[in-house]
């Protein structure tokens, strides 16, 4: 069980694309939140977070994924996800992420289109 | 018919950041000894996370400890989360349905909806001395 929460970033031609690998929480989660606005400050309002390593997200860290999608949808860009555990996944539609932000299941498919 | 082994494990963890973890992992080493799914495996785990976690931020308990007793029997998984906090009221849960409040992408307060997802039965005893949330799920 690794309580560590690492964030890699990489951008492409049009968009960037947000790797995490750990336990999505409320701190962690600002961690993501602060990566996100700052790819957004470098111009790329289309962003893919791929959460492959990522097992584990609480409704605290789902919360700020939320506001993730807020910011991003008021300066016109979108998000989108890729990789979730079923269980992930299913929580993300409860809790309304999945109306506002497209689910793929790995990065090929989120990427084909942007 | 023979009665079922049960088999107990409890742990105290103090209210502190990501020891919800060490509930949820411990939860994760007796679901894979019984041989649950890995998706049940997660369910479990994201259940026990949330409950943690609203008794460490609601609960006001002044032993700042929250008890998790897992029981094991052959097809089962018991959960007992136990606060000694001020207890809260189910009114607060219930002013919008799970819907309604995904169309307003509501940010906060999911966590009994989500432990409700997660498990097959879930029982919420609350007082003035505390709350214990009982869940179940069942080996399929």
């Known amino acids: 069980m690794a ?6 970033t990489r951008t492409e031609d049009g968009y960037a694309v947000i790797e995490t690998d750990g336990y999505l929480n409320g701190p962690t989660g600002e961690r993501l939140a602060e990566t996100a606005k700052d790819l957004m400050n470098q111009g790329y309002s289309t962003l893919v977070i791929n959460l492959e390593k990522t097992r584990l997200v609480n409704s605290i860290g789902i919360s700020i994924l939320i506001e993730i999608i807020e910011f991003l949808q008021e300066h016109g860009g979108a998000l989108h996800f890729c990789h979730l555990t079923p269980v992930i996944e299913r929580t993300f539609k409860m809790m309304g992420l999945a109306q506002h932000a497209e689910i793929h299941p790995d990065e090929a498919s989120a990427t084909t289109n942007l | ?33 019984m041989e649950f799914e890995e998706n049940h495996i997660d369910e479990i785990q994201l259940a ?93």
């Open chain 1, 3 to 8: 309580t560590s929460f690492n964030v890699n």
């Open chain 2, 1 to 33: 018919m023979a009665e079922q082994v049960k088999r107990e494990v409890t742990l105290n963890i103090p209210i502190h950041p990501n020891m919800e973890l060490v509930a949820a992992h411990t939860a994760s080493i007796l679901a894979e000894i």
């Open chain 2, 48 to 140: 026990i996370i949330e409950t943690c976690i609203n008794a460490f931020e609601h609960s006001n308990s002044e032993d700042s400890k929250v008890t998790v007793t897992y029981v094991l029997t052959d097809d089962e998984l018991e959960l007992k989360i136990t606060d000694h906090g001020i207890g809260f009221g189910m009114e607060q849960a219930k002013f919008l349905t799970g819907e309604a409040r995904a169309r307003a992408m509501q940010k906060r307060g999911w966590g009994l909806e989500i432990i409700r997802e997660m498990m097959d039965e879930v029982d919420i005893d609350s007082g003035d001395d505390g709350t214990t949330i009982t869940m179940l799920k069942k080996r399929v």
